[in-house]
């Protein structure tokens, strides 16, 4: 009867939060050991798998129980920390912005875009900087009365640009360049007759090469006097502030009435954006000391989504170790398994 949960143990110990093998699991129950008793079972669980990888049977129960007790910090710590829902999620949620001044002034310069009607908008920075979740919050605010075509994965170099752009307006995109374009035109005539602004939003812009570059800023071409048919938005990493500083695009730079450059958080804003997360989630007490947070500030080097990460896998170590609060010593133990085991590039802290 063991077999089924030594084959869901040594499985799900293989993937555990990036920080691949037991260790992980014992150094976190460890570290909330305060019985002899609770030593002795985690101990057990250890055993489990040797260097070798050879099975040391412990108990049946020790070996359900501490099975059941990682694989619940992943799925259940939010009930144990009396959380909504997971408050570090790294994908782009709008609900939970921290509004530090450099994202104020990021957004302010995406409306100030849209408002006014600009013909292209830039807002760059960093992987991980928040880029695309100001989009998604900007994408709440638009009324019905706007017509937008939203690219995520922009085309590698000069892969047919205007198709996707077709497509990201839910219009046809078969058929030659002159077609798509006359049907390309015909369609912004008819929104802007009918009083609706048409914005494309082009994400990970950086990896636009400088013909659809140049593609762009021709078809901009469209708007004529004072009427403005499109709007381009472009999302980017820092590649792309890079590349619209070339001195073969100075036309396309001229053209670009709003941008701005997002950078990482610093260290005091990290503390503040870890408990601004936790209470938009329902958490009532500090749940990260702060000298906690100034080592994930460290190692993250302010960027919000590898705060995430880090913040993540600290609940659920937090919650294997039966901890109440997120302390430095968890915090050190998710940083060297993911220096250790893990493909995050992290700042290494003083030692």
């Known amino acids: 009867m063991i077999a089924p949960y030594v084959k869901v143990f040594s499985h799900f110990s293989h993937m555990l939060c990036g920080a691949v093998g037991i260790r992980v699991?014992?150094?976190?129950?460890?570290?909330?050991?305060?019985?002899?008793?609770?030593?002795e079972l985690i101990l057990a669980a250890f055993s489990f798998v040797n260097l070798k990888g050879l099975i040391i049977w412990p108990s049946k129960r020790v070996l359900l129980f501490w099975t059941i007790r990682i694989i619940a910090g992943l799925l259940m710590y939010e009930a144990y920390y009396g959380l909504r829902e997971k408050p570090f999620s790294i994908l782009?949620?709008?609900?939970?912005?921290?509004?530090?001044?450099?994202?104020?002034?990021?957004?302010?310069?995406?409306?100030?875009?849209?408002?006014?009607?600009?013909?292209?908008?830039?807002?760059?920075?960093?992987?991980?900087?928040?880029?695309?979740?100001?989009?998604r919050y900007l994408l709440r605010q638009l009324n019905r009365h706007t017509a937008v075509g939203l690219i995520s994965h922009s085309p590698?170099?000069?892969?047919?640009?205007?198709?996707?752009?077709?497509?990201?307006?839910?219009?046809?995109?078969?058929?030659?360049?002159?077609?798509?374009?006359?049907?390309?035109?015909?369609?912004?005539?008819?929104?802007?007759?009918?009083?609706?602004?048409?914005?494309?939003?082009?994400?990970?812009?950086?990896?636009?090469?400088?013909?659809?570059?140049?593609?762009?800023?021709?078809?901009?071409?469209?708007?004529?006097?004072?009427?403005?048919?499109?709007?381009i938005i472009l999302v980017g990493q820092p590649q792309l502030k890079d590349m619209l500083r070339n001195p073969e695009l100075v036309q396309f730079a001229q053209r670009v009435s709003s941008d701005f450059h997002l950078k990482p958080l610093i260290a005091s804003d990290v503390t503040r954006y870890i408990n601004y997360r936790l209470k938009a989630v329902g958490c009532r007490a500090a749940l990260f000391s702060e000298d906690a947070c100034k080592m994930i500030a460290t190692a993250s080097c302010g960027i919000p989504r590898t705060i995430n990460i880090l913040c993540d896998t600290a609940l659920v170590y937090g919650f294997a170790a039966g901890a109440k609060l997120i302390t430095p010593g968890l915090v050190t133990m998710v940083i060297e398994n993911k220096q250790q085991y893990g493909v995050l590039p992290?700042?290494?802290?003083?030692?």
């Open 25 to 39: 699991i014992f150094q976190a129950v460890r570290f909330g050991a305060n019985s002899t008793r609770q030593t």
């Open 92 to 135: 782009p949620d709008p609900d939970l912005i921290y509004w530090n001044d450099h994202h104020r002034l990021a957004f302010a310069m995406l409306e100030f875009g849209v408002v006014n009607s600009a013909g292209f908008t830039v807002i760059t920075g960093d992987i991980g900087c928040g880029k695309t979740t100001l989009v």
């Open 156 to 231: 590698q170099g000069n892969a047919g640009l205007l198709q996707w752009i077709m497509m990201s307006l839910n219009q046809p995109h078969e058929g030659s360049y002159p077609t798509l374009y006359k049907e390309f035109q015909r369609f912004l005539h008819e929104q802007y007759s009918k009083g609706r602004r048409t914005i494309l939003i082009v994400d990970e812009a950086q990896n636009l090469g400088m013909v659809s570059l140049e593609e762009l800023r021709m078809l901009s071409n469209i708007n004529a006097d004072k009427a403005q048919f499109l709007q």
């Open 346 to 351: 992290l700042t290494a802290l003083a030692s």
